[in-house]
């Protein structure tokens, strides 16, 4: 089971989203912190990631508010990750987040979801993924976002790819 020591930059942050932590299934444990821990920064040259803190220890994630010219929104990779949480988004939106980098913390492909379609989805679920697209309506939601992370967790679990 992969821990993590998961910071809250504030206190604000942390009673605001750590009741929703879970959401997460329990495969992930964590530690939840208030604070900062140690980081680094990847290319400041590189507009992706100018200003976008990473942690250094592993089996450490970081989640933070600040206003930062990085246009990522979050990382995820060697048992450590960090996630940004934007003034707009929605308590879900900021905890699939969270998800979503933990799970390419432990190897998984999170940002494979239609591309691994026929894998993960049930027969009513590709019959909805096809109606849906058939509406030309998103398909990067927290609908189809959570099922797909639920599915790769499990995987995980299994330790297919996982660790
Ligand atoms: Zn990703």
Same mark, same amino acid.
């Given at each position: 089971?992969?821990?993590?020591?998961?910071?809250?930059?504030?206190?604000?942050?942390?009673?605001?989203?750590? $009741?929703?932590? =879970?959401?997460? $299934?329990?495969?992930?444990?964590?530690?939840?912190?208030?604070?900062?821990?140690?980081?680094?920064?990847?290319?400041?040259?590189?507009?992706?990631?100018?200003?976008?803190?990473?942690?250094?220890?592993?089996?450490?994630?970081?989640?933070?508010?600040?206003?930062?010219?990085?246009?990522?929104?979050?990382?995820?990779?060697?048992?450590?990750?960090?996630?940004?949480?934007?003034?707009?988004?929605?308590?879900?939106?900021?905890?699939?987040?969270?998800?979503?980098?933990?799970?390419? *913390?432990?190897?998984?492909?999170?940002?494979?979801?239609? =591309?691994?379609?026929?894998?993960?989805?049930?027969?009513?679920?590709?019959?909805?993924?096809?109606?849906?697209?058939?509406? *030309?309506?998103?398909?990067?939601?927290?609908?189809?976002?959570?099922?797909?992370?639920?599915?790769?967790?499990?995987?995980?679990?299994?330790?297919?790819?996982?660790?």
């Amino acid at each position: 089971m992969p821990h993590f020591d998961l910071f809250f930059k504030t206190e604000a942050l942390r009673q605001r989203l750590e $009741p929703h932590l =879970r959401l997460i $299934p329990p495969l992930f444990e964590f530690t939840v912190r208030t604070g900062t821990p140690e980081v680094r920064y990847f290319d400041q040259n590189d507009p992706m990631w100018k200003g976008f803190p990473f942690p250094v220890p592993g089996g450490t994630v970081y989640v933070f508010d600040d206003g930062i010219p990085a246009r990522a929104l979050g990382g995820g990779m060697d048992m450590r990750a960090s996630v940004r949480v934007l003034a707009g988004d929605s308590d879900e939106a900021a905890i699939l987040r969270i998800w979503h980098e933990v799970l390419h *913390a432990i190897g998984q492909p999170a940002d494979d979801m239609t =591309r691994r379609a026929a894998e993960w989805q049930t027969v009513s679920e590709r019959i909805l993924w096809g109606l849906w697209q058939s509406l *030309a309506r998103p398909v990067d939601v927290p609908f189809w976002h959570s099922r797909f992370y639920a599915w790769l967790t499990e995987r995980a679990g299994a330790g297919a790819g996982g660790k």
